[in-house]
């Protein structure tokens, strides 16, 4: 970055004393995941050391991709400036999986790409591209960084300095070697830009860049050459012989072990993918299957031998990394898996097609492999500079170019390539001009193995120095001193290097080969009618007056368009080789009077216009003369080099920084020549060529500091050339046959094209062709005397590219561009040569991508020998013309025939016409959308096939009927036999409106009509729906007579109707997907399934998307530059047949195919929709779920469902069924929308599908309404067709031209010749009441045989307007359409969605014994308080009173539980709704298992509650309980006894006994009590006639619950502290309290005696 904006001021204006260039103030971000850290900004650096350490925090695996690493300037004041950013994908240096790695890096460089690195204060166009974003132009740095992800808590500190024994470690990943970047241009042609001199730049980091300053010169830049027009298009570098070639020194580390591995597997994928194209053209060859499968094995075992082969590993001076080792192990393991998977297919040997795509697969797995995110080489860049101006560049990674001594180099090193620059930034996209296309050579290696580079050079590689002189004009004389001398006398090209020819030093290892010598350039003998045929020279006559005055010759009577003078037109010459084709005449197509003339006030100032005002001084006007060329231009050329040779070789300008010319104008004012000056190496081993300049005396320039003069002296590097010691002329032929899908650039839908071929230094147009968007230009274009350097043979082997261009003829503005197309000619060095050039298809790209396909070819013929140039004349040499003749005496094959002046395609390339009958089916247009405002009522379409054209009816009223009178069409035309060259259809619509209007409203365009090819003779159409079941037109299949009549059985008694209590259709849908555990009762009859589709109706391959009658076509509007695209304003349903009609045109053509059409008039018909259920919907509330509901849509009638809307579910289950009725084809298309119900805002749609009934209706596969497997008259699989059996099959044969069934009686039928028995249908069968009439049964099992639609559940994919590419979500539904005219239709499927039932759960706990005591009283003793408790899915648990003190494990409760819930007894699920909060606006369903659950726990006063053991009780499994707590076991329980009995409680109503309750213990159940329980179902309606209540709350009944009989020790010690102290002291301690008061009473009596003895005593035995 370079802020030093007012020193840059200072020095344009040259005032005070110019500073050095500011340094930037670097700093750099890691950022992922949203977050961001930064290191510390080191000021006034190119090359900061951070040596710090990042710590960012964040979650794994993240939903984020890219690791970016960004590098700031920081700015004081102002927003600091990105310069550049780097950005490390995830995925690249980390695994998933059991074998896989966190993220790891490094240590390794990161290379920042982004703009240019010129810098401007005010930004530039590309400033976005130094955030990362879209392709970087120019490389502008790296930093060295090493990455690892620790699974830790988040650090403290996000910042740390580096430990000095990291940055140790680290330094040796920084060792550099020297590599060569060697690259020869040999061809620079389609140049866009030519306002200056052009030449190329070529740079590999910052080694190269002429902006960079820092590293040591190189040749690096081609000379400024200026472009030359090719006399039809485009511009080109006349380099001819001297051919630039450029050599970069750069250093690097050695990572050669890190590219090596990326060629070898991308060469690999190569080897596959060319395999793959030759395997599919073997097939569409239609080859035999054992030849393609025999090319597919030969593929998998040489695939086999090079994934055995090692992959490279870091050698000698190379070091790898963790990353490296982990990538090693990783693509390994990778290659060994790709070995055994074609192991598995060659044991399972699959059809070739399988084959293929397994490979395929397994391409771009290797593929994926094939990226190594630690490539520290940074890309190689080509720009284009024009003047000054960086204008357009060329990326190419090195892994490409890079020469391996292992054999594994790049796939472009040292061979020949075409490389088309681009455009920087947005303008890539906005520009659809080449800037350049360049033919080069590349070689990028160390420097050990330059000459590896050498050895492959067919050219002889020549190191000139260069310097230019200068002069300016100073009255009339050139002088190289003076005002206007701004450069020095000897220059470099850009006039800021002082190079005299006496300061040029030979480097160490070179030596001079020859003297100075001008050198001039050679675009200077191409004059302005340089590559022209025919040319206009024009002069202007001038005239001046005096204001009021009359007019008079100026003193300059005769001028240019600049105003300089110029000879009379009488004096002007004419050139050599040129000839007149008319006398002077004025130019009067232009802004002029009538006389020609154009007035200003003055001439030197410009602004002429046509009308003369009182205040004009000056007029002129034009005199034009057209002049054609006779002579050879190669001999003009010639001559021109010649006089070139002989002039001093100065070229000029009005200035210097602006564009040389080779003759002196009036306006020049400066001139230079270029001076070479010859060098060689002196020894075998090369050396950097780098000039280095001494200071002579005499300097005619101002002298400057010391600092700046020493700074100059080495800034020069020589130029190199290739110098060619072979030359061939070729001839190149190019046959442009056809395009076809061009887009329409025009109004009318259509174009006027012509295609621009250019190769080479030539380039040629074709005819324009009218009004078309498949032109057959039929035209051969003819490049004579191409010349092309080198030997023939490398040519044969990498020949020039030819470039197409295809364009939009305009008579105003400039043409439009349609496409564009690059491909190879086929080259032959001899007429021996007995291959023909065929034609093919090539793809033709615009910037919004495919825009159609062009049929050519193109064939380069050697029509010179190869010449050595060391044998030729000097004059030759210079001349550099090749010999006129082949060595052994052969001439070019003749030209192909012409056709007005134009040639053709020859015979025997151009493909083989045959006559052809094309049946267009005309059926209608539908959902016409305004065009111009008006609506579309009148449309016709127009078809043009080859050259047919052909116009269609006009619908008289698309809203009355859509649909045309005449549908059927018919062409009889001329197309190519092979249908690889068919042409496409082009569809016109146009709306007849008042007053002859007949806009074209859109089109479409069908590219080949392959897929509607057909025999000339109508075949049945009628083909079985199964492979294996063959049709058979003479016999029946076990040869029996046709006619022979098998009698059955008389029909058996009518059959008791089973019970169809909770049968419904959802049992009939649940046995269909194979989840009969929902529909038990019904799999037991024995009933019919459905069929289930994955996917829409439309998609089943066997039914062709409906088809079969017409097609959709879409109709778009727009032009090929419109950049919103095309829009569909319509749709034309309509078909087409193309078969071979006899060459003879007087014979008879045979039966047309399209016949025995439908009524083209609406239809009145009834149509259900059965909408089913919707799942993996997409999220559309913040909790992440969804309130969908269903809006349909046919005609303008709109149902919505919103009222019944399905709650927080992504799932929803609708179970609805919807009536239309309708006019097909006024409205045909069925829209289904799933909203989002929201309370407040708007609902939003989740996604939608449409179903074009129309299709349906009308296609053969009878879609209207699917047959079912068997005919039944009631019961739950009801026929509901509103024809019989009998009806559809006889109506299916008369629309496939077949016989009407014949029936034997009322069980066997005889269709195409094939006889269907019913005993073959139902001899497994069991009867059912439900089976309709024999006859009628029959019929269906024939349908059911039959390519029909069969009774079915489709699934539809929904999308979203806003994300068109992505599902959101799929929905089943079926649609039945009964049409009127076939009568009324049958009962309609009730798919209601069940509803739940209510039940009530009562439980009563009676007893528990032999409950597990878990804890100890005061006493010592074991005691448990036992309490149970149990619950439903989604009810409240419920829990007994306490059993204090239970020392038996025995508890009393007689404790009722009740639970009220909803069950589907059809699914056997509990149904649970509920709120997730106390906000939410409504409940959540939710389908669970019914089981009860209970458990035992020791109740605890201050801990928790102690669990002790449960039971789980599955409703509709339960095992029986034991009539007695002895029999009571955990083996009664099915979890451990497989044998266990278990009932349905909804069966068995009623279940009492003991059960166990457990508790797993280190995964072993242990038995931890027994409950006595009474579990008792009842219904809804049950528990109103018998109700109870929880506990033993009142109504207390059924059975009533007495309070439990328990000890008297039960009871809660602080509720009655006397009692506890009775129960639990008394009772365990009585006699110890006893004796203890006892003892207490006897020491307190002597303790009494022992104190009153004394007071007692001393009396008596005083008195005594």
Same mark, same amino acid.
């Given at each position: 970055?370079?802020?030093?904006?007012?020193?840059?001021?200072k020095?344009?204006f040259?005032?005070?004393?110019?500073?050095?260039?500011?340094?930037?103030?670097?700093?750099?971000?890691?950022?992922?995941?949203?977050?961001?850290?930064s290191?510390?900004?080191l000021?006034?650096?190119?090359?900061p050391e951070?040596?710090q350490?990042?710590?960012?925090a964040?979650?794994?695996?993240?939903?984020?991709?890219?690791?970016?690493?960004?590098?700031?300037?920081?700015?004081?004041?102002?927003?600091?400036?990105?310069i550049?950013?780097?950005?490390?994908?995830?995925?690249?240096?980390s695994r998933?999986?059991?074998d896989?790695?966190l993220?790891t890096?490094?240590?390794?460089y990161?290379n920042f790409?982004?703009?240019?690195?010129e810098f401007?204060?005010?930004?530039?166009?590309?400033?976005?591209l130094?955030?990362g974003?879209?392709?970087?132009?120019?490389y502008r740095?790296?930093?060295?960084?090493?990455?690892k992800t620790?699974?830790?808590?988040?650090?403290e500190v996000?910042?740390?300095?580096c430990d000095?024994?990291?940055?140790t470690?680290?330094?040796?990943?920084?060792?550099?070697h020297r590599?060569?970047?060697?690259?020869?241009f040999?061809?620079?042609?389609?140049?866009?830009?030519?306002?200056?001199?052009?030449e190329?730049?070529?740079s590999i980091?910052?080694?190269?860049?002429?902006?960079?300053?820092?590293?040591m010169p190189t040749?690096?830049?081609?000379q400024p050459?200026?472009a030359?027009?090719?006399?039809?298009?485009?511009?080109?570098?006349?380099?001819?012989?001297?051919?630039?070639c450029i050599?970069?020194?750069?250093?690097?580390?050695?990572i050669?072990?890190?590219?090596?591995?990326?060629?070898?597997?991308?060469?690999i994928?190569d080897?596959?993918?060319?395999?793959?194209l030759k395997i599919k053209?073997a097939?569409?060859?239609?080859?035999?299957?054992?030849?393609?499968k025999?090319?597919?094995?030969?593929l998998?075992?040489e695939?086999?031998?090079?994934l055995?082969?090692p992959l490279?590993?870091?050698t000698?001076?190379q070091?790898?990394n963790?990353?490296?080792?982990?990538?090693?192990?990783?693509?390994?393991?990778?290659m060994?898996g790709?070995?055994?998977?074609m192991?598995?297919v060659?044991?399972?040997?699959?059809?070739p097609?399988?084959?293929?795509t397994?490979?395929s697969?397994l391409?771009e797995?290797?593929?994926?492999?094939?990226v190594?995110?630690?490539?520290?080489?940074p890309?190689v860049?080509?720009w284009m500079?024009?003047?000054?101006?960086r204008?357009?560049?060329?990326?190419l990674?090195?892994?490409?170019?890079?020469?391996?001594?292992?054999?594994h180099?790049?796939?472009?090193?040292?061979k020949?390539?075409t490389?088309?620059?681009k455009?920087?930034g947005?303008?890539?996209?906005?520009?659809?001009?080449?800037?350049?296309?360049?033919r080069?050579?590349?070689?990028?290696?160390?420097?050990q193995?330059?000459?590896?580079?050498?050895?492959c050079?067919?050219?002889?590689?020549?190191?000139?120095?260069?310097?230019?002189?200068?002069?300016?004009?100073?009255?009339?004389?050139?002088?190289?001193?003076?005002?206007a001398?701004?450069?020095?006398?000897f220059?470099?090209s850009?006039?800021k290097?002082?190079?005299? @020819?006496e300061?040029?030093?030979? /480097?160490? *290892? &070179? =030596? $001079?080969?020859g003297d !100075?010598? +001008?050198?001039?350039?050679?675009?200077?003998?191409?004059?302005r009618?340089?590559?022209?045929k025919s040319?206009?020279?024009?002069?202007y006559e001038?005239?001046?007056?005096?204001?009021?005055g009359?007019?008079h010759?100026a003193?300059?009577?005769?001028?240019?368009?600049l105003?300089?003078?110029m000879?009379? @037109?009488?004096?002007?010459?004419? /050139?050599e *080789? &040129? =000839? $007149?084709?008319?006398? !002077?005449? +004025?130019?009067m197509?232009?802004?002029?009077d009538?006389?020609?003339?154009?007035?200003?006030?003055?001439?030197?100032?410009g602004g002429f216009?046509?009308?003369?005002?009182?205040?004009?001084?000056?007029?002129r006007?034009?005199w034009?003369?057209?002049?054609?060329?006779v002579?050879?231009?190669?001999?003009i @050329?010639?001559?021109?080099?010649?006089a070139?040779?002989?002039?001093?070789?100065?070229?000029?300008a009005?200035?210097?920084n602006?564009?040389f010319?080779?003759?002196?104008?009036?306006?020049?004012?400066v001139?230079r020549?270029r001076?070479?000056?010859?060098m060689?190496?002196?020894?075998k081993?090369?050396k950097p060529?780098t000039?280095?300049f001494?200071?002579?005396d005499?300097?005619?320039?101002?002298?400057?500091?010391?600092?700046?003069?020493?700074?100059?002296?080495?800034l020069?590097a020589?130029?190199m050339f290739?110098e060619?010691?072979?030359v061939?002329?070729?001839?190149?032929?190019?046959?442009?046959?056809?395009?076809?899908?061009?887009?329409?650039?025009?109004?009318?839908?259509?174009?006027?094209?012509?295609?621009?071929?250019?190769?080479?230094?030539?380039s040629q147009?074709?005819r324009?062709?009218?009004?078309?968007?498949?032109?057959?230009?039929?035209?051969?274009?003819?490049?004579d005397?191409?010349?092309?350097?080198?030997?023939?043979?490398?040519?044969?082997q990498?020949?020039?590219?030819v470039?197409?261009?295809?364009?939009d003829?305009?008579?105003?503005?400039?043409?439009?561009?349609l496409?564009?197309?690059?491909?190879k000619?086929m080259?032959k060095?001899s007429?021996s040569?007995e291959?023909?050039?065929?034609?093919?298809?090539?793809?033709?790209?615009?910037?919004r991508?495919?825009?159609?396909?062009?049929l050519?070819s193109?064939?380069?013929?050697?029509?010179?020998?190869?010449?050595?140039?060391?044998?030729?004349?000097?004059?030759?040499?210079d001349a550099?013309?090749p010999?006129?003749q082949l060595?052994?005496?052969e001439?070019?094959?003749?030209?192909?025939?012409?056709r007005?002046?134009?040639?053709?395609?020859?015979?025997?390339?151009?493909?083989?016409m045959?006559?052809?009958a094309?049946?267009?089916?005309?059926w209608?247009?539908r959902?016409?959308?305004?065009?111009q405002?008006l609506?579309?009522t009148?449309?016709?379409v127009?078809f043009e096939i080859?050259?047919?054209v052909i116009?269609?009816?006009?619908?008289?009223?698309?809203?009355k009927?859509p649909?045309?009178s005449?549908a059927?069409?018919?062409v009889?035309?001329?197309?190519?036999?092979?249908?690889?060259?068919m042409?496409p259809?082009n569809?016109?619509?146009?709306d007849h409106r008042?007053?002859?209007?007949?806009?074209?409203v859109?089109m479409?365009?069908?590219?080949?009509?392959?897929k509607?090819?057909v025999?000339?003779?109508?075949q049945?159409?009628?083909i079985?729906?199964?492979?294996?079941?063959?049709?058979?037109?003479?016999?029946?299949?076990?040869?029996?007579?046709?006619?022979?009549i098998?009698d059955m059985?008389?029909?058996?008694?009518?059959?008791?109707?089973?019970?169809?209590e909770?049968?419904?259709?959802?049992?009939?849908?649940?046995t269909?997907?194979?989840?009969?555990?929902?529909?038990?009762?019904?799999?037991?009859?024995?009933l019919?399934?459905?069929m289930?589709?994955?996917?829409?109706l439309?998609s089943?391959?066997?039914?062709?998307?409906?088809?079969?009658?017409?097609?959709?076509f879409?109709?778009?509007?727009?032009?090929?530059?419109?950049?919103?695209?095309?829009?569909v304003i319509?749709?034309?349903?309509?078909g087409f047949?193309?078969?071979?009609?006899?060459?003879d045109?007087?014979?008879p053509?045979?039966p047309?195919?399209?016949?025995?059409?439908p009524?083209?008039?609406?239809?009145?018909?009834?149509?259900?929709?059965?909408?089913?259920q919707?799942?993996?919907?997409?999220?559309?509330?913040?909790?992440?779920l969804?309130?969908?509901?269903?809006?349909v849509?046919?005609?303008?009638k709109?149902?919505s469902?919103?009222?019944?809307y399905?709650?927080?579910?992504?799932n929803?289950?609708?179970?609805?069924?919807?009536e239309?009725?309708?006019?097909?084809?006024?409205q045909k298309?069925?829209?289904?929308?799933v909203?989002?119900?929201?309370?407040?805002t708007?609902?939003?749609?989740?996604?939608?599908?449409?179903?074009?009934?129309?299709?349906?209706?009308?296609s053969?596969?009878?879609?209207n309404?699917?047959?079912?497997?068997?005919?039944?008259?009631?019961?739950?699989?009801?026929?509901?067709?509103a024809?019989?059996?009998?009806?559809i099959?006889?109506?299916?044969?008369?629309r496939h031209?077949?016989?009407?069934?014949?029936?034997g009686?009322n069980?066997q039928?005889?269709v195409a010749g094939r006889?269907?028995?019913?005993?073959?249908?139902e001899?497994n069968?069991?009867?059912?009441?439900?089976?309709?009439p024999?006859?009628e049964?029959?019929a269906?099992y024939?349908?059911?045989?039959?390519p029909?639609v069969?009774?079915?559940?489709?699934?539809?994919i929904l999308r979203n307007?806003?994300?068109?590419?992505?599902?959101?979500g799929?929905?089943?539904?079926?649609v039945d359409i009964f049409p009127?005219?076939?009568?009324?239709?049958?009962?309609?499927v009730d798919?209601?969605?069940?509803?739940?039932k209510?039940?009530?759960?009562?439980?009563v706990?009676?007893?528990?014994?032999?409950?597990?005591?878990d804890?100890?009283?005061l006493?010592g003793?074991?005691m448990?308080?036992?309490?149970v408790?149990?619950?439903?899915?989604?009810t409240?648990?419920?829990?007994?009173?306490?059993?204090y003190r239970?020392?038996?494990?025995?508890?009393n409760?007689?404790?009722?539980?009740?639970?009220?819930?909803?069950?589907l007894?059809?699914?056997?699920?509990?149904?649970?709704?509920k709120?997730?909060?106390?906000?939410?606006?409504?409940e959540?369903?939710?389908?669970?298992q019914?089981?009860?659950?209970?458990q035992?726990?020791d109740?605890?006063f201050?801990?928790?509650?102690?669990f002790?053991?449960?039971?789980?009780l599955?409703?509709?499994?339960?095992p029986k309980p034991a009539?007695?707590?002895?029999?009571c076991?955990?083996?009664?329980?099915?979890?451990?006894?497989?044998?266990?009995?278990c009932?349905?409680?909804?069966?068995?109503?009623?279940l009492n006994?003991?059960w166990?309750v457990?508790?797993t213990?280190?995964?072993?159940p242990?038995?931890?009590?027994?409950?006595?329980?009474?579990?008792e179902?009842?219904?809804?309606?049950e528990?109103?006639e018998?109700p109870t209540?929880s506990?033993?709350d009142?109504?207390?009944?059924?059975p009533?619950l007495?309070?439990?009989?328990?000890?008297?020790?039960?009871?809660?010690?602080?509720?009655?502290?006397?009692k506890?102290?009775?129960?639990?002291?008394?009772?365990n301690y009585?006699?110890?309290?006893?004796?203890?008061?006892?003892?207490?009473?006897?020491i307190a009596?002597?303790v009494?005696?022992i104190?009153?003895?004394?007071?007692?005593?001393?009396?008596?035995?005083f008195?005594?």
């Amino acid at each position: 970055m370079d802020s030093a904006m007012m020193e840059g001021v200072k020095k344009f204006f040259g005032v005070g004393k110019q500073k050095p260039k500011e340094l930037s103030d670097p700093y750099m971000t890691f950022s992922f995941a949203g977050q961001t850290v930064s290191t510390k900004v080191l000021y006034e650096t190119y090359s900061p050391e951070f040596n710090q350490e990042l710590k960012l925090a964040f979650k794994f695996p993240s939903v984020a991709e890219n690791l970016t690493l960004r590098m700031f300037d920081w700015d004081r004041i102002s927003a600091h400036d990105i310069i550049a950013s780097g950005i490390v994908s995830v995925s690249q240096i980390s695994r998933s999986g059991d074998d896989g790695y966190l993220p790891t890096f490094g240590p390794c460089y990161v290379n920042f790409y982004g703009s240019t690195r010129e810098f401007s204060e005010l930004g530039g166009d590309n400033e976005y591209l130094n955030k990362g974003n879209g392709e970087g132009v120019a490389y502008r740095g790296r930093i060295l960084v090493e990455l690892k992800t620790n699974l830790e808590e988040k650090a403290e500190v996000d910042v740390v300095d580096c430990d000095p024994e990291d940055v140790t470690r680290i330094s040796k990943y920084m060792r550099r070697h020297r590599f060569m970047l060697n690259v020869a241009f040999l061809e620079a042609t389609m140049i866009c830009d030519t306002d200056a001199p052009v030449e190329f730049e070529v740079s590999i980091g910052t080694y190269g860049n002429k902006l960079d300053d820092t590293v040591m010169p190189t040749a690096s830049c081609t000379q400024p050459t200026n472009a030359v027009f090719d006399g039809c298009r485009y511009n080109f570098l006349p380099w001819e012989n001297k051919r630039p070639c450029i050599s970069v020194e750069s250093f690097w580390e050695d990572i050669s072990f890190r590219i090596d591995t990326i060629n070898i597997l991308l060469g690999i994928v190569d080897m596959m993918e060319s395999r793959f194209l030759k395997i599919k053209t073997a097939q569409k060859a239609n080859l035999p299957e054992i030849e393609i499968k025999s090319m597919l094995y030969s593929l998998m075992d040489e695939l086999a031998v090079k994934l055995k082969q090692p992959l490279p590993r870091a050698t000698g001076s190379q070091l790898s990394n963790e990353l490296d080792k982990l990538q090693l192990l990783n693509r390994e393991t990778e290659m060994a898996g790709i070995i055994e998977d074609m192991e598995k297919v060659r044991l399972r040997d699959p059809e070739p097609a399988e084959i293929l795509t397994e490979l395929s697969t397994l391409a771009e797995t290797l593929k994926a492999q094939a990226v190594e995110p630690q490539n520290s080489i940074p890309d190689v860049f080509i720009w284009m500079l024009v003047g000054n101006k960086r204008t357009a560049y060329y990326r190419l990674p090195v892994h490409h170019i890079i020469y391996s001594p292992d054999g594994h180099s790049g796939k472009y090193c040292a061979k020949e390539m075409t490389v088309v620059l681009k455009h920087p930034g947005q303008k890539a996209h906005r520009e659809w001009q080449i800037p350049a296309k360049l033919r080069l050579k590349f070689w990028f290696g160390k420097k050990q193995f330059e000459e590896e580079w050498t050895k492959c050079q067919t050219d002889d590689v020549v190191v000139m120095a260069e310097t230019y002189e200068n002069q300016v004009a100073l009255l009339g004389k050139w002088v190289t001193r003076g005002p206007a001398m701004t450069r020095p006398k000897f220059s470099d090209s850009t006039g800021k290097l002082k190079l005299k @020819k006496e300061s040029f030093f030979p /480097p160490a *290892g &070179w =030596e $001079w080969a020859g003297d !100075w010598h +001008v050198s001039p350039e050679l675009s200077l003998i191409y004059n302005r009618d340089a590559g022209h045929k025919s040319f206009i020279e024009d002069v202007y006559e001038l005239q001046t007056r005096i204001p009021a005055g009359p007019w008079h010759m100026a003193k300059v009577f005769w001028t240019d368009a600049l105003n300089d003078t110029m000879p009379a @037109k009488e004096e002007v010459e004419l /050139p050599e *080789g &040129w =000839e $007149w084709d008319n006398d !002077w005449s +004025v130019d009067m197509n232009r802004g002029v009077d009538d006389e020609g003339f154009e007035y200003c006030v003055e001439s030197t100032i410009g602004g002429f216009g046509p009308v003369e005002k009182t205040y004009h001084l000056s007029r002129r006007r034009r005199w034009i003369r057209q002049r054609t060329m006779v002579a050879e231009s190669n001999a003009i @050329k010639e001559k021109d080099q010649e006089a070139l040779k002989a002039s001093e070789g100065w070229e000029y300008a009005p200035l210097f920084n602006m564009k040389f010319h080779g003759k002196e104008s009036k306006m020049d004012l400066v001139r230079r020549r270029r001076w070479h000056r010859k060098m060689k190496a002196t020894g075998k081993e090369s050396k950097p060529c780098t000039f280095s300049f001494g200071d002579e005396d005499g300097d005619d320039s101002d002298d400057s500091d010391a600092e700046e003069k020493a700074k100059a002296g080495c800034l020069a590097a020589p130029r190199m050339f290739l110098e060619s010691t072979q030359v061939n002329k070729y001839q190149l032929r190019a046959y442009i046959y056809q395009a076809r899908s061009l887009m329409a650039a025009d109004d009318n839908a259509r174009s006027d094209p012509y295609a621009v071929v250019g190769f080479g230094t030539q380039s040629q147009l074709t005819r324009v062709l009218d009004k078309t968007l498949s032109p057959m230009w039929d035209q051969t274009l003819i490049f004579d005397e191409i010349t092309l350097y080198g030997p023939a043979e490398l040519v044969a082997q990498n020949p020039p590219e030819v470039v197409i261009e295809v364009f939009d003829k305009d008579l105003i503005g400039k043409d439009e561009f349609l496409g564009r197309t690059i491909c190879k000619p086929m080259v032959k060095l001899s007429m021996s040569d007995e291959r023909t050039c065929v034609l093919q298809w090539h793809e033709l790209i615009n910037r919004r991508g495919n825009a159609g396909e062009m049929l050519a070819s193109f064939e380069l013929l050697l029509a010179g020998q190869a010449a050595s140039l060391m044998d030729l004349t000097d004059t030759e040499t210079d001349a550099m013309q090749p010999t006129s003749q082949l060595m052994n005496g052969e001439d070019l094959p003749f030209a192909p025939p012409k056709r007005n002046d134009l040639y053709i395609v020859p015979t025997g390339i151009r493909p083989v016409m045959r006559r052809t009958a094309v049946e267009i089916l005309c059926w209608g247009m539908r959902n016409m959308k305004r065009y111009q405002l008006l609506s579309i009522t009148s449309p016709s379409v127009e078809f043009e096939i080859g050259d047919a054209v052909i116009q269609s009816p006009i619908i008289k009223n698309t809203k009355k009927n859509p649909n045309f009178s005449n549908a059927l069409l018919f062409v009889d035309t001329m197309l190519p036999k092979e249908e690889y060259f068919m042409p496409p259809v082009n569809l016109r619509v146009r709306d007849h409106r008042a007053f002859g209007r007949k806009p074209t409203v859109g089109m479409h365009v069908i590219r080949s009509l392959e897929k509607y090819m057909v025999s000339s003779t109508p075949q049945p159409t009628y083909i079985t729906a199964s492979n294996t079941d063959q049709v058979l037109m003479d016999g029946s299949p076990n040869g029996d007579n046709p006619e022979t009549i098998v009698d059955m059985p008389d029909e058996q008694k009518a059959l008791q109707p089973p019970d169809l209590e909770d049968i419904d259709w959802w049992c009939k849908y649940y046995t269909s997907i194979g989840e009969e555990d929902k529909a038990l009762k019904y799999v037991e009859m024995g009933l019919d399934s459905v069929m289930i589709y994955d996917g829409p109706l439309e998609s089943v391959p066997e039914f062709d998307g409906f088809t079969d009658f017409c097609d959709t076509f879409e109709i778009f509007t727009g032009d090929a530059d419109d950049d919103e695209g095309q829009e569909v304003i319509g749709e034309f349903k309509g078909g087409f047949k193309v078969y071979e009609l006899p060459e003879d045109p007087n014979a008879p053509l045979p039966p047309k195919h399209l016949d025995a059409l439908p009524n083209p008039d609406p239809e009145e018909c009834v149509v259900r929709v059965y909408l089913i259920q919707a799942y993996d919907l997409q999220p559309a509330d913040p909790n992440g779920l969804a309130d969908p509901y269903l809006e349909v849509t046919l005609g303008k009638k709109s149902i919505s469902l919103r009222d019944s809307y399905k709650p927080n579910t992504l799932n929803p289950i609708f179970g609805e069924m919807l009536e239309f009725k309708c006019h097909i084809p006024l409205q045909k298309d069925l829209k289904i929308v799933v909203k989002d119900y929201d309370l407040l805002t708007s609902d939003d749609p989740i996604g939608e599908t449409i179903i074009d009934l129309e299709n349906r209706y009308l296609s053969q596969y009878r879609a209207n309404c699917g047959v079912h497997s068997v005919y039944y008259t009631s019961g739950p699989c009801q026929w509901r067709d509103a024809c019989k059996p009998t009806e559809i099959l006889e109506a299916f044969c008369k629309r496939h031209r077949l016989e009407a069934p014949v029936y034997g009686g009322n069980t066997q039928v005889t269709v195409a010749g094939r006889r269907h028995t019913l005993r073959e249908y139902e001899q497994n069968k069991e009867p059912s009441p439900f089976w309709g009439p024999t006859k009628e049964r029959l019929a269906c099992y024939v349908l059911n045989r039959l390519p029909m639609v069969k009774e079915h559940i489709e699934t539809r994919i929904l999308r979203n307007k806003l994300q068109p590419a992505f599902d959101q979500g799929k929905l089943q539904c079926w649609v039945d359409i009964f049409p009127k005219s076939l009568g009324p239709p049958g009962p309609p499927v009730d798919i209601s969605a069940r509803i739940p039932k209510r039940y009530e759960l009562r439980v009563v706990i009676w007893n528990t014994t032999e409950v597990v005591l878990d804890e100890t009283n005061l006493m010592g003793e074991q005691m448990s308080d036992i309490y149970v408790k149990g619950w439903l899915p989604g009810t409240k648990k419920q829990k007994t009173d306490v059993h204090y003190r239970s020392l038996d494990g025995d508890g009393n409760f007689n404790w009722r539980f009740v639970f009220p819930f909803e069950y589907l007894p059809a699914e056997q699920v509990l149904v649970d709704k509920k709120k997730e909060h106390f906000w939410s606006l409504d409940e959540t369903e939710e389908r669970t298992q019914p089981i009860f659950t209970v458990q035992v726990w020791d109740n605890d006063f201050i801990s928790a509650d102690d669990f002790l053991g449960s039971l789980e009780l599955n409703l509709n499994c339960m095992p029986k309980p034991a009539k007695t707590a002895k029999a009571c076991k955990l083996t009664q329980l099915p979890d451990f006894n497989n044998q266990a009995k278990c009932v349905s409680l909804f069966e068995q109503k009623k279940l009492n006994g003991f059960w166990p309750v457990y508790e797993t213990v280190q995964g072993q159940p242990q038995l931890q009590g027994k409950v006595e329980m009474e579990i008792e179902i009842v219904t809804a309606k049950e528990a109103e006639e018998r109700p109870t209540a929880s506990a033993r709350d009142e109504p207390n009944m059924h059975p009533k619950l007495d309070p439990p009989n328990r000890p008297a020790t039960s009871f809660f010690f602080l509720s009655n502290p006397f009692k506890s102290c009775k129960h639990i002291i008394w009772r365990n301690y009585k006699w110890r309290i006893i004796i203890a008061l006892l003892t207490l009473l006897l020491i307190a009596i002597i303790v009494v005696f022992i104190y009153s003895f004394p007071k007692e005593i001393w009396p008596a035995i005083f008195k005594g």
